[in-house]
């Protein structure tokens, strides 16, 4: 079991990071919110004009290629060449990599930058890992999400981490996937209610990116945010105490992400497991 004194608390982030995302426009508005929830200051620009002054102040930088463009594609690319001059850290969120072939293509070009972290749900994961994906534009599917198909895609992800031994993976679903190097953790917080509205992912690349930029070390980084939203939802659902009200558990996981940090003991109810 994954044991709380092996955390050190993130909260509050010292110093507050400004974190560059280029995000998916459905959920911007919720991305950036997230960012300035748990203590850090987000600037959504994609305009390339920016980044050779902007990237003298950025700590943590998120790529989310849900709506992408051959202008945005360039920005990306742009942005990650500016995080390695500046030694900024990056977050990859793979968003719909497992919809279409170009999709495939710029998550590859991508990870040839070699980013800190890069994410995705199980199905995009697999994609990744030239695995059988069963994903449906940016959902998951749930054959790809029983025991064997998580055992292959973690040993998938292991052979990309000696590949890539410098970028740590994170797949998620109903449990979540973390493989960095040799380690591999399989964390099991959260609720189903949190696969049925749009930007939940998003949010966890943003909390990814800003507690690194922060100087919160990788692993620890994905372990801490996974598990930090993961709690947001699970307080949500009893506060709301229905998981049918959608929109309410939706309302309430956004407001626990500035409430929760201020229980000092909110680690306590990290589940999980080193594999």
């Given at each position: 079991m994954l044991r709380?004194?092996?955390?050190?608390?993130?909260f509050p982030l010292i110093p507050s990071p400004l974190v560059h995302c280029i995000t998916n426009s459905v959920?911007?508005?919720?991305?950036?919110?997230?960012?300035l929830y748990i203590g850090g200051k987000p600037i959504m620009t994609e305009?390339?004009?920016?980044?050779?002054d902007l990237y003298e102040q950025v700590g943590g930088v998120l790529i989310n290629i849900g709506h992408l463009s051959e202008e945005k594609e360039t920005a990306m690319e742009l942005a990650v060449e500016e995080a390695h001059k500046h030694n900024v850290p990056i977050v990859v969120d793979n968003v719909g990599v497992s919809s279409s072939r170009i999709r495939k293509e710029v998550a590859n070009k991508l990870l040839s930058f070699e980013p800190t972290v890069v994410k995705g749900n199980v199905s995009e994961m697999r994609t990744l890992c030239n695995l059988a994906s069963h994903g449906k534009g940016?959902?998951?599917?749930?054959?790809?999400?029983?025991?064997?198909?998580?055992?292959?895609?973690?040993?998938g992800l292991l052979a990309l981490a000696k590949i890539h031994p410098n970028t740590c993976f994170l797949a998620t679903g109903p449990s979540d996937l973390v493989v960095y190097q040799s380690q591999v953790v399989l964390l099991q917080n959260g609720?189903?209610?949190?696969?049925?509205?749009?930007?939940?992912?998003?949010?966890?690349?943003?909390?990814?990116?800003?507690?690194?930029?922060?100087?919160?070390d990788v692993l620890q980084s994905v372990l801490q945010a996974v598990s930090y939203f993961n709690l947001c939802g699970e307080k949500a659902l009893e506060i709301v105490q229905n998981d049918a009200k959608i929109a309410s558990i939706r309302e309430e996981t956004l407001n626990q992400l500035s409430l929760l940090k201020q229980n000092e003991l909110w680690?306590?109810?990290?589940?999980?497991?080193?594999?």
């Amino acid at each position: 079991m994954l044991r709380v004194n092996q955390f050190q608390t993130p909260f509050p982030l010292i110093p507050s990071p400004l974190v560059h995302c280029i995000t998916n426009s459905v959920t911007c508005e919720t991305v950036a919110n997230s960012v300035l929830y748990i203590g850090g200051k987000p600037i959504m620009t994609e305009d390339t004009r920016d980044f050779s002054d902007l990237y003298e102040q950025v700590g943590g930088v998120l790529i989310n290629i849900g709506h992408l463009s051959e202008e945005k594609e360039t920005a990306m690319e742009l942005a990650v060449e500016e995080a390695h001059k500046h030694n900024v850290p990056i977050v990859v969120d793979n968003v719909g990599v497992s919809s279409s072939r170009i999709r495939k293509e710029v998550a590859n070009k991508l990870l040839s930058f070699e980013p800190t972290v890069v994410k995705g749900n199980v199905s995009e994961m697999r994609t990744l890992c030239n695995l059988a994906s069963h994903g449906k534009g940016v959902d998951a599917a749930e054959e790809d999400q029983d025991s064997s198909a998580m055992k292959e895609l973690e040993e998938g992800l292991l052979a990309l981490a000696k590949i890539h031994p410098n970028t740590c993976f994170l797949a998620t679903g109903p449990s979540d996937l973390v493989v960095y190097q040799s380690q591999v953790v399989l964390l099991q917080n959260g609720i189903a209610a949190l696969d049925k509205f749009t930007g939940t992912g998003d949010v966890v690349g943003a909390l990814i990116a800003t507690l690194l930029g922060s100087g919160v070390d990788v692993l620890q980084s994905v372990l801490q945010a996974v598990s930090y939203f993961n709690l947001c939802g699970e307080k949500a659902l009893e506060i709301v105490q229905n998981d049918a009200k959608i929109a309410s558990i939706r309302e309430e996981t956004l407001n626990q992400l500035s409430l929760l940090k201020q229980n000092e003991l909110w680690q306590n109810d990290i589940r999980g497991d080193w594999l």
